[in-house]
């Protein structure tokens, strides 16, 4: 490729790359290389610096008074959890794995909001024990947690989870609008709440529209949207919501060509949604609900070049990590178009790329791609290569048992 044509190719949004005197990649301030040899590949390493900044960034944004929750499938690690929860207001959780994990790191009752479709007896018991809201998903489930709640001695605690009659546009997953397996569509809200169960208390509302959005001016949108379908839901409920979760959305820039997230939209819009609630809502807390942006950016994911090989005058170097441990970087976890997450070699990542490779996993599957035809330095045998952007659904959304091979550590630094 001439130097014109690579100068136009789009790149990867710039990140916080710090390196060492002798140039190694570091994370939270150590050395690539030091983490992998006291904790093995592959590796995820989580700069917990970077993610106490990306929760300032946001909080600077939220009006006095609204709250910031943590969505535990973003990256349930025990050490992250426990940082978090001194950070935020609250977690979002997703399973009685999820609930345990959250009570372990110090959040319980309203401070946690269970969503998610086919919850079993068993999670919503464990919901009515700690006092957690449930975003109920269904009319069914609400039936469920009501009759658990009449036959012990606590009170239930119960968000409607509303699936609106609007997308979030341009995001990456959708989870609202149009028929969904989430939430209780819209128009069937206000005869769920005139029939309210005795045994539980109505909390408020839970929209969650769409994850991976980039686009701040679309996401404010939908936060107007979101909270105006609230505010006009509340006339049918038995009392003012306590809470409205907002839902949220945040994405970060993954690929070559994507721009980081504008926030300033974002900020005015929940300042007026702040304003609005004050008027018309003035009992009523409002939320937000953040995982990738919040600790996405912050993990990189480490993995050794085992092999390196020519096929036919393609480059490969075959490493040790591959997609059973991040999925999401090998294009396998919602991606329409196969593209490659920032891929660097953690020796001297400022160095200037030379060749072109391929980098892959030890799976069997031409799907075990880590970045495809990638421009690199020289890597060589022995050489970490490290996968940015990877904070978020990695070791969790991934097919961690497929060929048996060892499962990523992770560290916190
Ligand atoms: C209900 C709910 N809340 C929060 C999130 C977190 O999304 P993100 O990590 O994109 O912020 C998701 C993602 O699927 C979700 O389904």
Known sequence: ????????????????????????????????????????????????????????????????????????????????????????????IASLGELQAAVAAGKTGRDLGFAGPAKRDVELQAALDCGAVVNVESAGELARLSALAATGAQRGH???????????????????????????????????????????????????????????TQIAAALHKTYELCRDLAHHAPCPPALINLGGGFGIPYFAGDTRLDLAPIRTALHDIAASARQHLPGTTVLLELGRYLVGEAGVFLTRVIDRKTSRGETFLLCDGGMHNHLAASGNFGQVLRRDYPVWLARDPHAPAIETVNVCGPLCTPLDVLGRQVALPRAEVGDLIAIGQSGAYGASASPSAFLSHPQAGQVLV
């Not at 093995?40 to 909080?59: F, H, Q």
């Not at 709250?67 to 992250?80: G, I, M, Q, S, T």
């Not at 609202?176 to 169960?197: N, Y």
């Open 1 to 92: 490729m001439t130097d014109a044509a690579a100068s136009e190719q789009p790149r990867h949004a710039p990140t916080l790359l710090a390196v060492d005197a002798a140039g190694m990649l570091c994370i939270g301030g150590v050395p690539a290389s030091l983490l992998a040899e006291r904790h093995g590949t592959p590796l995820y390493a989580i700069d917990a610096a970077l993610v106490r900044t990306r929760v300032a960034e946001v909080r600077a944004i939220l009006p006095a008074g609204m709250r910031l929750h943590y969505a535990v499938k973003a990256n349930p690690l025990p050490e992250l959890l426990s940082l978090l929860a001194k950070l935020v207001d609250g977690f979002d």
């Open 158 to 216: 119960a968000a409607i989870r509303v699936n609106p009659d609007f997308e979030l546009r341009h995001s990456g997953m959708r989870m609202g609008g149009g028929a969904q397996a989430f939430g209780i569509d819209a128009e069937h809200v206000p005869s769920i709440l005139k029939s309210w169960p005795d045994t539980i208390d109505f909390e408020g509302f839970h929209v969650y529209a769409g994850s991976q959005n980039l686009s701040g």
